[in-house]
């Protein structure tokens, strides 16, 4: 089976950096995506990880570490858009996604 | 370019009818997913096609879904006869042929409430 695991909800000041962390647990592994979705929109890719390591793309970096079935998105310079859902999937062997419930970011001022 | 298109973006149906949603995908994307999820749960996996075929169902909740995908473009997942635990988001994803490092493009979804 798949089990994945991250914090529910994270609250950041805006300009701070935040770190969000998770787990998983999958039959098979690929690589692992982060994924950004908004209320009420499509969740929209923001990093694939294959190898262990850090991945910096702007603001946002992932890492990822294949051993512990660990990784994490770090987002820097905190903006107010960045309030939104974060999701973590693992991408089994068949090239599916499985997914977490999301962590909720809040950035207040 | 345009992106995974999905419609209706709502539909409001009462218990025991059918519905029929349908996912536009992108232009020359083999793989073809179907999520779904249900309110306060995570996105589940439904179903995946490679063009016409589905490469794997194991997420299909029960023999009241059925996806196709005829001739490889759009596909379609249907609901009959839909239950009260049908309502959810349902999402149509899209990546081209290969391991599909370069990412998964998500359609907005569609909102499914059963009443």
């Known amino acids: 089976g798949q089990n994945i695991d991250q914090p529910t909800e994270m609250t950041a000041t805006e300009g701070a950096i935040v770190q969000i962390n998770c787990t998983y647990q999958?039959?098979?592994?690929?690589?692992l995506f982060w994924y950004q979705q908004h209320a009420g929109e499509a969740p929209t890719f923001l990093s694939y990880n294959v190898l262990d390591g850090l991945e910096e793309k702007g603001r946002f970096s992932s890492f990822l570490s294949r051993s512990k079935g660990y990784s994490y998105l770090l987002l820097k310079e905190l903006q107010m858009k960045d309030s939104a859902s974060y999701l973590c999937a693992p991408q089994t062997g068949a090239n599916n996604l499985f997914f977490g419930t999301g962590t909720r970011l809040t950035v207040i001022p | 370019e345009a992106g995974v298109t999905q419609f209706p973006s709502h539909s409001v149906i009462e218990k025991g009818q059918t519905v029929t949603l349908r996912c536009d995908p992108i232009?020359?994307?083999?793989?073809l997913y179907w999520y779904r999820r249900v309110m306060g749960k995570e996105i589940k996996f439904l179903l995946h096609f490679v063009k016409e075929s589905k490469q794997d169902e194991s997420g299909m909740p029960n023999n009241r879904f059925l996806a196709e995908r005829t001739g490889g473009t759009y596909s379609t997942l249907k609901v009959q006869p839909a239950e009260l635990e049908d309502s959810g988001v349902y999402f149509c994803?899209?990546?081209?042929?290969?391991?599909?490092?370069?990412?998964?493009?998500f359609g907005s979804g569609t909102r499914l409430t059963v009443v």
């Open positions: 232009s020359g994307h083999d793989n």
């Open positions: 999958t039959s098979g592994f690929n690589g």
């Open positions: 994803a899209s990546s081209p042929p290969g391991t599909g490092r370069y990412g998964y493009t």
